[in-house]
């Protein structure tokens, strides 16, 4: 995991929710973590850790991610043993 992964977890974890966290930052981690990517129709991108799994639409035409995109992240990601 790079510094960039580190900082964006934390980012994930903090107590304030960011509103100005970019998609693909998120994505490299999900990545990074050892996650499976899978594009579905139009913005529709899931992600598999072993049997768990999350989709999401991709944020369009802007690049942050959403609050409530970013609860479900750290969501799945406590469910697979990922914390900073």
Not at 19 to 32: C, G, P, T
Not at 47 to 55: I, K, N, Q, R
Request: net charge positive; hydrophobic share 30%; glycine share 6%.
């Amino acid at each position: 995991m790079t510094k960039t992964h580190r900082k964006t977890l934390e980012a994930i974890f903090s107590k304030t929710v960011p509103d100005n966290l970019e998609w693909s930052r998120i994505e490299s981690l999900m990545l990074a973590v050892g996650c499976k990517r899978s594009e579905g129709r139009g913005s529709r991108v899931r992600f598999v850790y072993g049997d768990t799994a999350v989709t999401f639409h991709r944020p369009h035409p802007q690049k942050e991610t959403r609050k409530y995109q970013i609860r479900i992240v750290k969501e799945f990601l406590e469910q697979i043993g990922v914390k900073p």
